[in-house]
């Protein structure tokens, strides 16, 4: 196994046990609000403390973007793990047994290994660039999905965005009258392992961060599917807004979302 996925499923293991002994114990979950409708426990931080130590034993030089952290610069900025220790909080909280812990590691700005584990269902959602992408040790590989009529779409409401909910509504309008259903599934980096798994076809999203879709996006790559922006180009990083699926999905998602893009959302 490559070296760092190794590290990377150890620490993605040990936060989803921390997150997992949680659960079955909520008096010892102190949520604390981080802005409007964004909330983030004493949880998120304990798994994040030990996703950070578990790498800093084996790479103690790489760089370190934590959310609930933030950077944590070391002395090789050529290395940089990007990690959500718990993605879904909102689910954790409410005790809707959906979330996952999130690892990326990227050399020269570009992902080469990447985890998503779900300490719920113990599903490992792995890829290495180049190598594919597997779960619990088998390879996905996306489907020939052949236009977005009757498919099957996850999405995330921009809850921490509501200027955008008329433009969204109207994404969601669009889409639905081809698609069969919809998914909000609470977690963007389930909704990407799941777009790789062929649990649904395709996934958009308004206003990520890059913890959220840095390993969820090589594992949909590496499972033949493709991830752009609004516009069919690459400035996802920038933008946080995101679709993912086989190429003719993600084709036939901008088409439809298109009408109901601004300025700011075109990108
Ligand atoms: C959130 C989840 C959610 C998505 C939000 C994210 P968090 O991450 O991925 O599904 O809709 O945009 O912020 O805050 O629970 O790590
Ligand atoms: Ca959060
Ligand atoms: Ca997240
Ligand atoms: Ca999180």
Known sequence: MHPMLNIAVRAARRAGTIITQHLSNPSAVETMQ?????????????????IIEIIKKSYPDHTIIGEESGQIAGNDNTVQWV?????????FVKGFPHFAVSIAARQNGRTEIAVVFDPIRNELFTAVRGQ???LNGYRLRMKDVKSIEGTI???GFPFK?????????GMLNALFVECADFRRTGSAALDLAY????????????????????????????????????????NYLESG???????????GILNKIREH???????
């Open 132 to 134: 594919g992408a597997q």
């Open 195 to 234: 777009v790789a798994a062929n649990r649904v076809d395709g996934y958009f999203e308004i206003g990520l961060k890059p913890w959220d879709f840095m390993a969820g996006e090589l594992i949909v790559k590496e499972a033949g599917g493709i991830v752009t922006d609004f516009v069919g180009d690459n």
């Open 153 to 155: 779409l996850a999405t």
């Open 83 to 91: 990690i959500d220790p718990l993605d879904g909080t909102t689910n």
């Open 241 to 251: 807004n995101l679709v993912a699926g086989n190429g003719k999905v993600v084709r």
């Open 261 to 267: 893009l601004t300025p700011s959302l075109s990108k």
């Open 34 to 50: 981080k802005g409007q409708n964004d909330f983030v426990t004493n949880v998120d931080k304990q798994a994040e403390a030990a």
């Open 161 to 169: 965005y509501k200027q955008f909910s008329a433009n969204f509504i």
